[in-house]
């Protein structure tokens, strides 16, 4: 037992659980937070706007795959934190939010909870839908306990964000605390381990497939799955095709990756998977964007579904053979029994034809011209960037066109708010991402309408020593609602037009970054490398055809047969 | 067995006894869209924990899709569904009813004793009446009552377990 202040102690469990850095903004109700993390040893990022604090942290985690840290003050500063952690939790990615809060008790009853005062929100109220857990704290001695809790339920199980509402006067009160070495929650018993017999079954049904397909969603990236997903794989060569937030799961120059499903998913991962006779599908909750309507998806197919997060299985989805596990103990265990029971399977005439399709479609998504269009872009970009550089996305058509044309080697190496489709989320998620792998090239493929949302950060990333560039796909449009009116609403274009406001240059300048605009993919390779050589915040503005579509395309409510070329 | 046949479920959770537990719980259902019915809560040994009843109209994948989100949540400790024909279920319900007259009033009292209710509160014109059993039973006595012209109805919602040996393991 030892004597703290709340805010010692809030502290004190952070760095047991080996916090590094905590992105934020300070405010009235965290100051003592903040007055104990001063000379903490912990680094503290200042953005810009909460929203990116929480943004940054996500990029961290999902970059380093270890919980990453946002703290925000109470009322506008907590609620900022709001889309960041929405964000989060969509797409199963440990983040901690720290928020002050105002006095809970006080000789000036004026001060306390429930009572309207100034700057205070329920936000344990507002962020209970979107998190994965939230605690307010009611007490000095339970601050050791309940941080303990909240990195252990964010990293546990099916990941997720945990929000620490934190009332000031808790923070300065002083009372005996004891710091916990483990945690016990009667409630919450992940389960990790698979069923033996569920995966013999698994395994019963893919050595009888003929046409097994795997789909690998973000789940394999998030366990660290990929070299057991590519140990089932090339057993039993089956193609694996990923959902947006599963790329990476895979090195696209694989032979057996064919890409992602989905709406905007590569004509071959499509073809293929409607294909199946046996379908794998790991760490993936069938999203709308990725299924297609769901009466004409793998109907046919035997589906096997491999999820930590049990209700998942058959939200979406029947499912045959469910294993609720964690997605690398799963894949472990398929392969020891899939290896103790049969040959690896050698070119098989579905290999062969799976192999035929992807050339074919390889092919067709190679862009040939050498006018400044995304797809070339995107390629090039690819060939003069190190493998293992950290790229994120803006939402839009900057972000289709990444899943499209940017191939990914490793995983956790592409970054994108998939779920909620978060427009403004790439940028602070890059400068948590490279300040998680400051040794890595952290690049962010935007939109100028996207970009736009959370812009200010370049004085994040300037003041702070925390170099990332931003490539601005500009087509001075929000440029996929307007592909959306020119194919479905007849053109009507309507509330699209951003009118070349501002000049990113000048921008990029006036936050002293560096701001350069090209107008050949020659010019565009040298900026590219130069941001690389310099090593100093960059943004490249990109001037692009304001109507060019992302194609293909499966439209809303459609089948994913059913692909606009 | 037909799986998209729509009817009435009965779910016991056993939940952490705390604030905001009956909110998370709440938030899930409307955020998900399942349909409550009834559901009462109440504290059960160890007095830290609680026992919510919860009715929902669904068919076999609705109530499926619920029992997983329900256990998902942290403060939910334990799960269970309870089969009507193995189940005992009740519901309490307080009937405030006009009774202005000695007719009316000896009435009521006939069917306050056929029903095994019991008269809990009389005063000049009114009287309120307490009365236990599945929740049919409190439906039909309730039609008996309209003539008479209800006041005021306070009903519980349902609270169950299963019938026999058998019960919620809490760990």
Known sequence: MVEMSGAEALVEALKRERVKVIFGIIGGAIMPVYDVLRDSGIRHVLVRHEQCAAHAADGYARALGRPGVCMATSGPGATNLVTGIATAYMDSSPVIAITGQVNRRSSNTAYMIGRDAFQEADIIGITTPITKYNYQLTSVSEVPRVVKEAFYIATTGRPGPVLLDFPKDIQTERAEVEFPGKVEIRGYKPVTNPHPLQVKKAVDALLEAERPVILAGGGVILSNATPELLKVAEFLMAPVVTTFMGKGAIPENHPLSLGCIGMHGSRAANSVILDADVLLAVGTRFGDRSTGTLDTFCRDAKIIHIDIDSAEIGKNVDVDIPIVADAKKALRALYEVLASRAEKKGETAWFRRVKELKEQYEELLEPQDEELKPPRLLRELRKIIPEDSIVTTEVGQNQMWASLYFKTYKPRTFISSGGLGTMGFGFPAAIGAKTARPDRFVVDIAGDGSFRMTEQELATSVVEDIPVTVVILNNSTLGMVAQWQRLFFDERYVAVDLKGIPDFVKLAEAYGAQGVRVGSLKEFVKAVKEAMRLDVTTVIDVPIPPEENVLPMVPPGKSLKEMIE | ?171
């Open chain 2, 1 to 171: 067995m037909t799986t998209n046949e729509e009817r009435t479920h009965i779910i016991a959770a056993i939940v952490e006894h705390k604030p905001g537990v009956l909110y998370r719980v709440s938030n899930m259902f409307r955020r998900r869209n399942f349909n409550i019915e009834s559901i009462s809560v109440g504290p059960i040994e160890p007095r830290d924990l609680a026992r919510m009843t919860i009715t929902v109209r669904g068919d076999e994948k609705v109530v499926e899709q619920m029992i997983k989100h329900l256990a998902k949540l942290i403060d939910v400790v334990k799960v269970s569904r309870l089969h009507p024909e193995n189940t005992v279920s009740r519901e309490l319900a307080l009937i405030k009813v006009y009774s202005p007259d000695t007719k009316a009033r000896s009435d009521i009292i006939n069917y306050v004793n056929i029903f095994r209710a019991s008269i809990v509160d009389v005063s000049t014109d009114s009287m309120i009446i307490e009365i236990t059993g599945d929740s049919d039973k409190l439906d039909a006595f309730i039609e008996l009552m309209k003539p008479f012209g209800i006041k005021e109805i306070a009903r519980t919602g349902i609270t169950a377990l299963s019938r026999g040996a058998k019960s919620i393991k809490i760990l």
